[in-house]
Structures are given as C-alpha cells and as structure tokens.
Nanobody, 123 residues
Framework: VQLQAFGGGLVQAGGSSRLSCAASGRTFNNYLMGWFRQAAGKEREFVAAISWSSGSPYHADSVRGRFTISRDIAKNTVYLQMNSLRPEDTAVYYC?????????????????WGQGTLVTVSS
C-alpha cells in the first residue's frame, strides 16, 4: 500500500488549502482513510477520517466546521479541505489507512502511513 500526500504550503490565517492523498496498492473497501497532524514538539493527533465504502466522515472537535474530509473512489484519492485556517493548525499533515473498526482517532490503529506534508499558517 502506498499513500502519497500532496498540497500544503504557506497560507495566511483565515485562508484555505486542500490536501490530497493518493492511495494505491490494494482495494480499500472496508478501510478507513484518515488525516493526522503533528506540530513541532507535539504528539501526532487525529484530524479526520472517512469510511472508504460508505463515505461517512469523522472530524476532530478542533477542526469540525472548518475542515472537511472527502474521498473520490474513481481517483483513489482522499481530500482534506481546510478552511478558516489558524496559526495553531500549523503542522505536518499525514494521511493514513486502516481496516474499518473502533478507536478511529487512535494513531496506533492505522496500518499504513504516507509521507507528511507541511502546512504553515501565518498570522
């Protein structure tokens, strides 16, 4: 399984950005695709996840209403649309995948990880 994250970069506070994660190497039915982030000096934290099969989304409280996760089955790609960005959203963002199950926000439950992409939000 390969996960490749794209997007990120420098954006002003209040602005928007979209991350993409191209997935390959297997079919992802019954999989959960997630986005995590890790700020400098902090632990990796859950941002959002989506059921590949049903499209049901899950968002962390810290981003709910500002970020939206989605997926395009035909393109085997997961997106994270980020609006109303804040300086505290600055982090390296990672996409990840796991078999669908409980503990959706648990970093340790995810089997596959992509390389990170840096999002910097300037104030």
């Amino acid at each position: 399984v390969q996960l490749q994250a794209f997007g990120g970069g420098l954006v002003q506070a209040g602005g928007s950005s979209r991350l993409s994660c191209a997935a390959s190497g297997r079919t992802f039915n019954n999989y959960l695709m997630g986005w995590f982030r890790q700020a400098a000096g902090k632990e990796r934290e859950f941002v959002a996840a989506i059921s590949w099969s049903s499209g049901s989304p899950y968002h962390a409280d810290s981003v709910r209403g500002r970020f939206t996760i989605s997926r395009d089955i035909a393109k085997n790609t997961v997106y994270l649309q980020m609006n109303s960005l804040r300086p505290e959203d600055t982090a390296v963002y990672y996409c990840a995948a796991r078999r669908y199950g409980v503990r959706i926000a648990d970093v340790g439950e995810y089997e596959y990880w992509g390389q990170g992409t840096l999002v910097t939000v300037s104030s």
